[in-house]
Structure formats: C-alpha cells, structure tokens
C-alpha cells in the first residue's frame, strides 16, 4: 500500500533555477506578444467577434517554453495540432446537438488526428473540448474559430518562441539528425557509434518500448552518451585534463609568420600548436595540414618547390598570399579546462576529429595541450587501475 502511495509523489525537479525562470519568463513574453498582436489585428477590423486569447494556449506555452526540445513542442505540432483539433471540435459541435457526445468524441477525435498526421500536441485536445463548449461568441464563429484565434494564436506564439528560445541558446526547433558526423567524410561509422550505442539500436527501443515518449531521438542519444561517461568515470575514476596533459606547450601568436611556424613544427616534431593572444588566451590552432590546404598546393606537381615559397618569408607585402599564422589557422577552437575528466575528450577526438586539444585554467589562459596519444596513455591507464586504487584482474 505504501508503496502504491508513493506513485503519487511528484519526482524531484531537474530542471536548475535558471533554466525555470527562463520557462516562466519565454511564457509570459510569448503570451503577451501574442494577445497584442491579436488584438492590434482585431483592432484593425481584420477578425472581430472572436475572443483574443483562448485557454489551451496556456498549455502550448509550457511546452514551447519549459520544454522546447520535446517532439510535442515542433511548430508543426503546434500549428498543425491546434488547427486541426479546432477543425475537429467545430465539426463536432455542429453535427452532434448533445455537448456530453459532442465533447468527447471531439476530444478523440482529434487525439486520433493529431497521431495520423505526426502532430500530436497536448493542448490540441483542450482545443477541440473548447470548440464544443466555448459558449456562445465560438459557436457563432464556427469554422472561422480555426483560423482566428487557434491558428493565428499558434503561429505567433511559435514565432515567440523561436526569437526567445533562440535569443537564450536554446535551439528551437530542434533539428533531427541520423547520424553523428563522421570527421572523414567517409562511409565508415564515427568510432563512437562503432563500440557504444547506434542510431539503429535506439530506433529498436522505441520501437519496443510502444508509446509516445515525450524525448526527442537526438535528447535521447545525447543523454545515453552521458551515461557511458558517468559509467567510465564511475569505473576508471577521476582522471582529469591536468594528469595527463603536456605542460611545456610550443606556442605562437597571430602575427607569427609562416616560415617561423613551421620551423617550430619541425623542431619539436609536433602536429599543431595553440595560437595564443598577448593575454595567453587560445584563439586558434595552427597544425601541419592547415599548411597543405592552402590552394597554392593543390597540385602535386612541383609541389616541394610551391611548399618552400608559401612559407618563405618574404620581404614585400602579397595580398594574395598569406604570409601569417592568423591567416590560415581556422577560425574555431576548442579547449577544455584543467578539471575536465578525459572521459570527456573521447567524443572530441573519436567523433569530431580534434587531433589535439588546449586546456585552460581558471582564468581561461593556456595551461598545456593534450594530443590524441595522450588520450590513449590516459585510457591505458584507467584500465589499469580499479576505482579503489589497486590493480584489476584485466591487467
């Protein structure tokens, strides 16, 4: 019994303060710019007679808001959903004079609608229960109800929510992608799904598990990727950034020029460096293939001699020819911090195809670089060493 009382028991939040203010905060500036617009429209004489907000939308804002990565929060869910259950309850209300059938086949309906067409939103049923018993100023309105408030409500709280989700980094709508990636462009696997958990394996377990789940496949994968993390930390224990990362790093600057870089390469026989500011902040990697993609090198032939010019130091300035580490380095970078668990740099390394990674201190200064045999040397030794310190029996 006491068990079965517990299913009543809400479970625990995950969701931090931040993140329920930002919730509550999207809802009410989605509301509002909703009820304006409607009544500047109604204002103007384009649809009178209608009310300006209806209740369900209330519902369409805690999903489009507090949860705008769940497939029941999509602009299609929400445009199509509405507008089709507000079909649904209208033709409902008219052909049936008892509002008690009228109001649950609607309801019904409109569930059975919404899954034929993928647009299954929740306050598309509460839609097609109003279009029934909304009283007299929806009844009146009949098939325009779908078109003013439902559908214009829908469209512009979905356009609220793209501006605010957006404007607050959170992506809206989200996108579906099959696979992760591959840094190869190839037709191999990334590594990642090659030993852990394919796309293939979770579209089996929805499968299996037969019910609408209120997660998005990408949401989805994301958080198993976390689990194996958790799990390998758990397992191998804390082995951060700072064990195992190269302190003594070979640095250069924006202005560096190009034959000096490359020497720097050569001398200490390495792959890449960071590109640091005056501050020892990164804004960059350099390594030895952004040299062999420059396009003077896009031939074979002559290719030692068309090498030796590109990085030769020249005495006269080509504004066709790059001459500095700034201007061939990419754009993006990505570092991690000193406390970062090498767990963490599998993704980066096996999936995204960093070959090598800068690490940061407190104050976001260069502090060292991890290369992917560091990575491997981590691992080992994680391996190696059970959560309790003592060797295991693997070894």
Not at 78 to 87: D, E, Q
Not at 283 to 309: C, K, N, T, V, W
Not at 310 to 315: D, E, G
Not at 338 to 365: K, Q, W
Request: one cysteine or more; glycine letters at 8%; charged letters at 20%.
């Amino acid at each position: 019994m006491r068990d079965w009382l517990r299913g009543f028991m809400p479970a625990p939040m995950g969701a931090s303060l931040t993140e329920r203010l930002r919730g509550c905060c999207g809802a009410l500036a989605g509301l509002l710019v909703t009820g304006l617009v409607c009544t500047w429209l109604v204002g103007q004489g384009t649809f009178q007679g209608t009310p300006m907000l209806i209740a369900p939308l209330g519902a369409s804002a805690v999903l489009l808001f507090a949860v705008p990565a769940s497939p029941l929060a999509q602009p299609w869910s929400i445009l199509a959903g509405n507008t089709l259950s507000a079909l649904i309850g209208v033709t409902c209300a008219q052909w049936i004079p008892d509002p008690l059938l009228a109001a649950p086949l609607a309801g019904a309906l409109a569930i059975g609608a919404m899954f034929a067409l993928r647009c299954l939103h929740p306050p598309g049923g509460a839609i097609a229960l109003t279009a029934v018993l909304g009283g007299q100023a929806v009844t009146e309105a009949g098939y325009h109800f779908a078109l003013t408030p439902v559908g214009l409500d829908s469209l512009v709280l979905m356009l609220a929510a793209i501006a605010f989700n957006n404007a607050t980094r959170r992506p809206y709508p989200a996108h579906h992608h099959a696979t992760r990636p591959h840094p190869h462009q190839t037709a191999d696997r990334s590594p990642m799904e090659r030993v852990g958990v394919r796309p293939e394996d979770l579209d089996a377990v929805l499968r299996d598990y037969d019910a609408v789940l209120d997660v998005g496949r990408d949401d989805l994968d994301s958080l198993v990727q976390k689990a194996e993390m958790h799990a390998y930390r758990r397992r191998f224990g804390e082995i951060t950034c700072a064990d195992v990362m190269s302190r003594d790093v070979v640095a250069v600057r924006y202005g560096t020029p190009l034959a000096e870089a490359w020497m720097l390469l050569r001398r200490h026989d390495i792959r890449a460096m960071p590109v640091i500011d005056p501050a020892r902040r990164v804004i960059g990697m350099i390594s030895d293939l952004d040299f062999m993609r420059s396009p003077e090198l896009d031939h074979y032939d002559g290719f030692e001699a068309r090498f030796r010019q590109l990085i030769r130091r020249l005495t006269t300035l080509h504004a066709d020819r790059p001459e500095v580490v700034g201007q061939i380095m990419p754009r993006s970078v990505r570092t991690v911090t000193e406390g970062t668990h090498v767990a963490e740099l599998v993704p980066l390394m096996a999936d995204a195809g960093f070959r090598h990674v800068p690490v940061v201190d407190g104050e976001d200064r260069l502090s060292g670089i991890i290369a992917q045999s560091d990575l491997i040397a981590a691992l080992y030794r994680g391996g190696l060493v059970a959560p309790t310190g003592s060797v295991s029996a693997a070894a």
